[in-house]
């Protein structure tokens, strides 16, 4: 399972021209769900990006986890974070899981942040107001135990 984690000021996901969720401060996960995830490795990223503590404390110091900042998250589906393009130009998806694996994974790990959420298998138009600018790109596998 791989995340793109952006802290934001604000973000939001439309669908056909429809804002179908928004936020305020705090992050914007991008998820991504390969073939090898288990419910397991969806809990362990859940906990980690809860955990991260990317957000100011009041010396203005990344020292505080979204919960210790009162922020919000967003957690869009994005199966192209699993793109292989180190051959070719055209990138291979393989690695992503299926949608019938991937849906209740992204599900799983949406409620588990208490994120708000774009719409799975939908063609989504994110907007984002990334702050710092701080990204982070977290993988989560079975294999490795991160």
Request: with cysteine; net charge negative; aromatic share 2%.
């Amino acid at each position: 399972m791989r995340a793109l984690i952006q802290r934001v000021s604000r973000a939001s996901v439309a669908v056909d021209g429809e804002t179908v969720a928004a936020i305020g401060p705090g992050l914007l996960v991008l998820l991504a769900v390969g073939r090898e995830d288990t419910e397991a490795v969806a809990d362990r990223l859940a906990q980690k990006v809860l955990a991260l503590r990317i957000l100011d404390d009041e010396a203005g110091r990344m020292n505080r986890s979204v919960a210790d900042a009162g922020g919000e998250i967003l957690c869009v589906s994005q199966f192209t974070l699993l793109a292989d393009a180190r051959r070719g130009s055209r990138p291979s998806f393989a690695g992503a899981a299926p949608p019938e694996l991937a849906e209740p994974l992204y599900e799983r790990v949406r409620t588990a942040l208490g994120a708000r959420g774009g719409r799975f298998g939908a063609h989504m138009a994110v907007e984002l107001v990334n702050d710092g600018p701080v990204t982070l790109l977290v993988d989560i596998t079975g294999a490795t135990g991160l």
